[in-house]
């Protein structure tokens, strides 16, 4: 679990450098805010995924699919 959260904690980390680089940068954009989400940070992943236009489905019992 712990190794898992470092993984998220880098993740984070390196979509939030490559957005600092370039602004325009869709699918960092995209990546963030499915990681966020996936931690628990809900407001800020989906304020990513508005960013950049995506969206979730959600489906009954399912995980959720997160499309840009």
């Known amino acids: 679990v712990q190794q898992l959260k ?5 993740a984070i980390q390196s979509f939030t ?3 600092e680089l370039n602004n325009d940068f869709r699918q960092a954009k995209v990546e963030l805010g499915t990681v966020l989400l996936k931690v ?3 407001k800020k992943g989906l ?3 508005r960013e950049c236009n995506g969206y979730i489905r959600f489906r009954h019992n399912q995980d959720c ?3 840009s």
Do not use: D, P, V
Request: a positive charge.
């Open 6 to 10: 470092l993984k998220y904690f880098q």
């Open 47 to 49: 304020q990513k995924l």
């Open 40 to 42: 628990g940070n809900h």
């Open 17 to 19: 450098a490559a957005i």
């Open 65 to 67: 699919t997160i499309f």
